[in-house]
């Protein structure tokens, strides 16, 4: 209790009275001696009356918590509107990431439809690439000299590196047709409208370009950094530096990469260039850094537990099959993997893409929805766009770019 005179909150207890269970007894309303602790403008705690409601009885009690009701009234605020996945709001780690799996479970079939249309397409170009066109790894000779080892070692992870560069390329197509295609189905998913294949394909289609040239220009950047930090050292031939500059690199390469992610889906939602989707990106990201970081290494530790979690006993189950490769491998040759082998990994990796796809998109446009929120009260304009009561027209100066 405050005991600020003039004022005392009604049916308290004077601090006299307090700790010892023995009521004060009640002082007359006319009590204005030096002993009193009550002064004419505030009558004593006896002369409150309990609140009444209007019509006579006494007030109901007020339900503790948040929101609004009949016995909540005036505490918090109305529940945002949900026309789909996710609320009009701005939006938690756990709404972003629920958002993502309900555009999978809600739109399944266009989503299934994209992503393992791409992921096969994609598995069987890179079988055959893999199977006719790369050439063999040169085996070890165990008897080799330390020199003529050393070369080996060389060639062999030259082969190695050479056999990588058609996967890193069908990866980066079928990321590029995935993403262009879900963030049509998520933006639509946010509306709570239905959106087919081929509407999906449709609008997506004439931005694949683009998003080429976008995703492209991101990685050539992220690796620019990562080589000229390298550089120094391998130009001195200092191991030291050249650690030292791959670590400084690959710290400016993650703070870029991050800079720009939500680049993508303004270049499909904004209709607008590749430059000017990036600043969009870094106008989006500038003190949310970290935030971004985070979601996102915490979707690519999700979509990686998962994946292992497919792909791990389809390749179990594939070097069963094909013994022949297997028995190289634990031999110390080069393992000659044969058609059963390549298939059955396949399939585990087409599965592993049907899910992980959808996740990663998914959580990539919702997180740049969440931050035109924050920013831009695109919550007014979502409403609007998908018809609620009382958001008829747009908000005055809000962006409408929305499609």
Not at 161 to 189: C, E, G, H
Not at 224 to 239: E, F, H, K, Q, R
Not at 247 to 272: C, D, F, H, K, Q
């Amino acid at each position: 209790m405050n005991d600020t005179p003039g004022w005392a909150s009604p049916g308290s207890v004077p601090p006299d009275d307090q700790g010892n269970g023995v009521p004060r007894p009640t002082e007359p309303a006319d009590a204005t001696g030096p002993t009193s602790k009550w002064s004419k403008q505030q009558p004593p705690a006896g002369q409150w009356a309990p609140p009444t409601a209007p019509g006579g009885g006494p007030v109901p009690p007020v339900q503790p918590g948040w929101g609004s009701g009949p016995q909540r009234s005036g505490w918090g605020r109305p529940p945002a509107a949900k026309p789909g996945v996710i609320p009009l709001r701005p939006l938690g780690v756990g709404e972003i990431l629920d958002g993502a799996v309900s555009t999978l479970r809600e739109h399944w079939r266009p989503v299934l439809g994209v992503t393992i249309t791409v992921s096969v397409i994609s598995q069987i170009a890179d079988i055959l690439v893999q199977r006719y066109l790369i050439p063999r790894a040169p085996e070890l000779d165990p008897n080799a000299s330390p020199e003529e080892a050393l070369n080996q070692t060389v060639d062999a992870m030259q082969s190695s590196l050479a056999a990588s560069v058609p996967t890193l390329i069908f990866t980066l197509i079928a990321t590029i047709f995935s993403t262009a295609l879900l963030t049509v189905v998520v933006s639509r998913s946010v509306l709570g409208r239905p959106v087919t294949l081929a509407d999906a394909w449709n609008e997506a289609r004439p931005r694949l370009l683009q998003l080429l040239g976008l995703t492209t220009l991101i990685m050539v950047i992220t690796a620019g950094a990562i080589t000229v930090g390298v550089l120094p050292g391998l130009l001195l031939d200092s191991a030291p530096l050249g650690v030292l500059g791959g670590l400084a690199g690959t710290i400016v390469a993650v703070w870029l990469w991050v800079r720009y992610a939500l680049a993508s889906p303004a270049l499909m939602l904004e209709r607008g260039g590749i430059i000017q989707s990036m600043r969009r990106s870094a106008k989006l990201v500038r003190n949310a850094w970290w935030r971004t970081f985070g979601i996102l290494l915490l979707v690519i530790v999700l979509v990686f537990i998962v994946s292992m979690i497919i792909v791990t006993p389809f390749s179990l189950l594939a070097m069963l099959v094909d013994s022949d490769g297997i028995t190289g491998m634990f031999s110390g040759a080069t393992p000659d993997f044969g058609w059963p082998f390549l298939i059955i990994t396949g399939i585990g990796a087409v599965i592993a893409s049907a899910i992980t796809y959808p996740i990663s998109a998914g959580v990539t446009v919702l997180l740049y929805v969440d931050q035109r929120i924050r920013r831009e009260a695109l919550d007014l304009e979502l409403a609007r766009a998908a018809g609620l009561p009382g958001h008829s027209s747009p908000a005055p100066g809000n962006d409408t770019s929305w499609s």
